[in-house]
Structure formats: C-alpha cells, structure tokens
C-alpha cells in the first residue's frame, strides 16, 4: 500500500478529489466507486467546486456505491441515495441513470444482492473506488468476521457501527440495524483503490491496517493484498501506527 501522509482533512480531501478528477479527466468514460459518511464529504466539495471553476465533465461517467441502509426511502434524508445526491450528483452533470446505490427498500433483498452483483459484472470494473474506513475496520458495510470472499449482501450493523453512524440521526433508535453491502470481493477487483482516514478515531483502525495480520477479523486488512491501493490518512489517524513504528514513509507532498 502506498501511504501519503497529510496535516489534516482539508489536505486529505484536496489531494484525493485531485486524483479522481484526473481518472475523469484522462478516461471521461470512468467508473467511480464512491462512499458515503463524513469522510469523503470535503472531497464531493471539492469535486463540485471543480466541475463549476473547471467544467470537468461526468456525463460519460458511471458511479457505483459501497452500500445503503435497509428500510430508508431514497426521499430520506438519512438515506445514503439523499446524500449523494445532496452532495454530489445534483451538482454536477452526471447523469442519473448512471450512478449505481443499492436498493435497501427492495421487496426481495437478496434479489437486489444478485442485481447488484450483475451490475457490477457489466461495468467494466471500477478505475477507482474510494473507502473510508470505520472505528472497527470495516469498508464498505464490511464489518468484522465478513467473508472476504463475500459479495453484495445483508449485513447486520455492529453497535459500534450504529453508534458512530448515530450522529447523523435524530436518535441511536432511529440508525438502521441492518445495511445492504458491496462484498470485500469486489471491492478487491477495483483497479486502484483509495483509503481515506482522518481524526484520531479512525488512529486505532489505521494502525490495525498498517500494523496487523490480514484477518477476516479486520476487513480492511485484505488490502494490503492488492497491488494497488492509496492510502491517504491525516497526523491524527496516523498517530498511533507512527508510535508503534509500523508507519515509516518520509511524508510525501503531491
Ligand atoms: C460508507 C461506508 C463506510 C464508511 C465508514 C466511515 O459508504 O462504506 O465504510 O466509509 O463507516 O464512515 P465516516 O466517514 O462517517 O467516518
């Protein structure tokens, strides 16, 4: 894994939307994985802001995302389709039937896993799909224990996990208990991968990425198996990896 190593969120956000645009620029017909949570919040800015200054276009692009609630309405506003569209797709040219989220209001759950799964066999693969990671080292809805020989599924939320996400809910009662996910196999078929970690509550998942085993106990784990992946995490994620010595790259300015 590469690591580039920035001061803050702001640098982090900056430095990966300057990689996506680039993927835009150079293919226009790309396929763009994409997460939701706060992480990638600066880069979506970032990418807005540049679509207005700089007109990069994403009408040939195709988007696919990690993952959605099951039970909340697109018309939602916790819905992971509201914020992406809030975020991102409404600001910029992209068509609509062009990017992909999975549907966790299907009648029939495990139909919408196969869709899912053959929606991403017909894109061509993703040029490029970026992650946060959670407290616990999930990717995706991908939480500890998931098979990483998984595709797209049903996952039942840890308390962790709907802790964290509770922030951004009225209540704790209100967070999903279950999530319909992109499995850690196809995230691994992604040609490059972009891992984004900022804040010392992501320092303890950081350091399990760099410093631990692979272990299904430690989804973001399997990463370190691919031949492509970016990592661009901030001081603060960073600092525990760095006290344990198992981060040893020379800070890098891009
Ligand atoms: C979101 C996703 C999750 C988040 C992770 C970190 O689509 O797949 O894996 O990336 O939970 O969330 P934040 O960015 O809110 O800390």
Known sequence: MKLNQVQNYDEMSRQAASILISQVRQNPSSTLGLA????????????????????????????????EYVGLKESDSQSYHFYMQRNLFSHIDIPRDATHIPNGMSPDLLAECRRYDDLL??????????LGIGANGHIGFNEPGTSFQARTHIVELTETTRAANGRYFPSLQDVPHKAITMGIASIMESRHILLLASGTN??????????????????????????????????????LAKQKGCVEHPRKTS
């Open 36 to 67: 939701t949570g706060g992480t990638p919040l600066g880069i979506y800015a970032c990418m807005v802001a540049d679509h207005r200054e700089n007109a990069t276009s994403y009408a040939q692009v195709s988007t696919v995302n990690l993952d």
């Open 202 to 239: 992501k320092a303890e998942a950081v350091y399990a990425l760099f410093c631990d085993e692979v272990s299904e106990q430690n989804p973001s784990s399997i990463l370190k198996k691919h031949a492509n992946v970016t990592v661009i995490a901030d001081e603060a994620a960073l600092i």
């Open 121 to 130: 066999n017909s894109l061509n693969g993703v040029d490029i799909q970026l």
